[in-house]
């Protein structure tokens, strides 16, 4: 398995002159929004082939179907959740031949949540821990426990999430 990435010329200022050099870079061969559940669960099948209820398995499964299609070059995207997707890097050269695949790692794999999700979680309230519970009582001044007191138990304990049916 390899991820495919092209060769693409840019300005490199790090000694403080500008220099155009060749890089690898991730090619752009996916559609936006990369392998979509419909997808991702036909990899999963062929991969797998759980039944319902095997969750903790497929959940291992999904996992490693993850890590295979970011292998091949594909990011994957979870509806309601988000894409997954690698970055790829390499020294900078002066010719395009030179930069091969020995030349070429991933740099990072990360995740991007989905609009809904961040948007969802951007709107979670928050909520402080009373200070009685992690500082020392030498460290408690007169406003710290007025606050813990206003603050009041009922805020304090956990409210269960919303859930989308």
């Known amino acids: 398995m390899a991820i495919p990435y092209v060769v693409r010329k840019k ?21 936006r929004g990369g392998v979509q559940n419909k997808e991702l669960a036909q990899v999963v099948e062929m991969r797998g082939g759980f039944h ?15 890590r295979y299609l970011l292998s091949v070059g ?25 930069v091969t695949p020995g030349q070429v790692s991933v740099s990072r794999v990360y995740f991007v949540a989905n609009s809904v999700l961040r948007d969802r979680m951007k ?13 020392p009582e030498s460290m ?13 138990q009922t805020e304090y304990d956990i409210e269960e999430p919303e859930i989308d049916e």
Not at 123 to 135: D, G, H, N
């Open 123 to 135: 709107k979670t309230k928050c909520m402080r821990i009373p200070f009685k519970y992690y500082m």
């Open 140 to 152: 408690l001044t007169k406003n710290m426990k007025k606050a813990d007191r206003e603050l009041g």
């Open 74 to 98: 594909q990011s994957v995207t979870i509806d309601g959740l988000g894409t997954f997707q690698t970055a790829l890097t390499s020294p900078g050269f002066e010719r395009p031949e030179q």
């Open 11 to 31: 300005a490199d200022l790090t000694s403080g002159e500008r220099k155009e050099l060749w890089y690898g870079v991730p090619s752009k061969i996916q559609d």
């Open 52 to 66: 319902r209820g095997q969750v903790e398995g497929i959940l291992v499964e999904v996992a490693d179907a993850i």
